[in-house]
């Protein structure tokens, strides 16, 4: 992507992002996260892949999903499919891949998480838990993103 600024609004100011815009940001990308993860993983496990492709499909969904629910309200705003599309990538792109290597890490070194079964509780309780590390250490991230002017400070003005 370019660092070229249109007039139309999308060059934006380093500002003071604070705290609760981070962690508003961070919950917002969670979210997505959290449904790509879930189902991803609960898809793979109940076909019985193994660990890789079944954390690729995590991953993929986990994008998928972050994404869109950064484009739902992005075109309910009025914005055109390509500069929503832009947008989003933009806003998210850095904090769901900072999100999915946390969560999909611990999930990898939590003893036996991705092998246990849908109806475990380690498998629950692992997921549970790399989610809330995630949160933990992206929101730092985007906090930081967000006070240079990129991140979800480009989609900020469409929040209302």
Do not use: Q
Request: net charge neutral.
């Amino acid at each position: 992507m370019s660092e070229h600024h249109g007039g139309h609004g999308e060059h934006h100011a380093p500002g003071k992002a604070t705290w609760g815009m981070a962690a508003s940001a961070t919950l917002h990308c969670l979210t997505g996260c959290a449904i790509g993860e879930v189902l991803g993983l609960v898809i793979a496990t109940a076909l019985g892949w193994a660990t890789v492709p079944s954390i690729a499909l995590a991953v993929v969904l986990a994008f998928f999903f972050g994404y869109l629910l950064t484009l739902i309200p992005l075109r309910r705003a009025g914005v055109d499919w390509r500069r929503a599309i832009r947008l989003a990538l933009a806003a998210d792109t850095v904090s769901i891949l900072v999100m999915e290597i946390v969560d999909n890490g611990v999930m990898l070194v939590v003893p036996g998480a991705m092998d246990a079964g849908l109806a475990s509780a380690l498998f629950w309780g692992a997921l549970a838990f790399s989610l809330l590390v995630a949160f933990l250490v992206t929101a730092p991230v985007n906090k930081w993103i967000m006070g240079r002017g990129k991140g979800h400070a480009v989609i900020h003005a469409y929040h209302h």
